[in-house]
C-alpha cells in the first residue's frame, strides 16, 4: 500500500525557514517524479515543486522559485521541500504528491499534508 | 500557464440522481505522444485528495464504476451516475500535459 506520510509544518514568522519531509513507502521510491501541492485556507490546489525520480531535474512554480528548494533522498524514501524567505501568502497545507511516472509530473496519490503557517 | 475553468461552482443533489461537472482547459491536453493529460480528484472534508479518473476516462483503483469521464482536446466532463452520500466532497481536474500542474477552481457537491 502507498503511504506518504508529511511532517515538518508549523508556525514561523514571515522571513523564515522551514523544511519539510515526506516519508514513501509501499512502492519503489527512486522510480516515480514526486511533488509537493498546497491549499491556502479557503482556496484551490496549488503545485509548487516537482523533482524527476533521479532527483537530477527539478521544477518549481513561479511564485516559489528562488526561495524553494524540492530535494529527495532515495536511500531513505524521502521528500523534502526547503522554504526559505518565507511570506505570509506561504501559509497553506502543504502535500507531497506521488507521479504514477519517473520524469512525468501527474499525480496518482497524496499525502496527509502538514500545516504551514507564516506569520508575525 | 494553462487555465483550468471548472463549471458549475457547486451542485447540490439528491441521493441516487446523477452529477456532471464541466472541465475546460485553455489549451489542448493531447499530448504528441497519444495521451490526454486530464485527471480529476476528488477531495473529501479533513482527508487528502484522492485519484478518480486519469487521462481523461480511465477510472483508479478501487474507484467506484458509478463514475465517468469524458472528453478530449480542451473539454472535459465528469459523471456521477447515481450520487451517494459518500461523494460529498470538492472534485477537482488538473491537466499534467505541462508544467506547472494546474487544477481547476473546484466544484463543491452536496446532498440535498
Known amino acids: 500500500e502507498v503511504q506518504l506520510l508529511d511532517s515538518g509544518g508549523g508556525l514561523v514568522q514571515p522571513g523564515g525557514s522551514l523544511r519539510l519531509s515526506c516519508a514513501a513507502s509501499g512502492f519503489i521510491f527512486p522510480n516515480y517524479a514526486m511533488s509537493w501541492v498546497r491549499q491556502a485556507p479557503g482556496k484551490g490546489l496549488e503545485w509548487v515543486s516537482g523533482l524527476s525520480g533521479s532527483g537530477g531535474s527539478t521544477y518549481y512554480a513561479d511564485s516559489v522559485k528562488g526561495r524553494f528548494t524540492i530535494s529527495r533522498d532515495n536511500s531513505k524514501n524521502t521528500l523534502y521541500l526547503q522554504m526559505n524567505s518565507l511570506r505570509a501568502e506561504d501559509t497553506a497545507l502543504y502535500y507531497c504528491a506521488k507521479s504514477p511516472v519517473a520524469e512525468g509530473f501527474a499525480v496518482d496519490y497524496w499525502g496527509q499534508g502538514t500545516l504551514v503557517t507564516v506569520s508575525s | 500557464e494553462i487555465v483550468m475553468t471548472q463549471t458549475p461552482l457547486s451542485l447540490s443533489v439528491t441521493p441516487g440522481q446523477p452529477a456532471s461537472i464541466s472541465c475546460k482547459s485553455s489549451?489542448?491536453?493531447?499530448?504528441?505522444?497519444?495521451?490526454?493529460?486530464l485527471y480529476w480528484f476528488l477531495h473529501k472534508p479533513g482527508q487528502s485528495p484522492q485519484l478518480l479518473i486519469y487521462e481523461v476516462s480511465s477510472r483508479f483503483f478501487g474507484v467506484s464504476d458509478r463514475f465517468s469521464g469524458s472528453g478530449s482536446g480542451t473539454d472535459f466532463t465528469l459523471k456521477i451516475s447515481r450520487v451517494e452520500t459518500e461523494d460529498v466532497g470538492i472534485y477537482y481536474c488538473m491537466q499534467a500535459i505541462d508544467l506547472p500542474l494546474t487544477f481547476g477552481g473546484g466544484t463543491k457537491v452536496e446532498i440535498k
Open positions: 489549451q489542448s491536453l493531447l499530448h504528441s505522444d497519444g495521451r490526454t493529460y
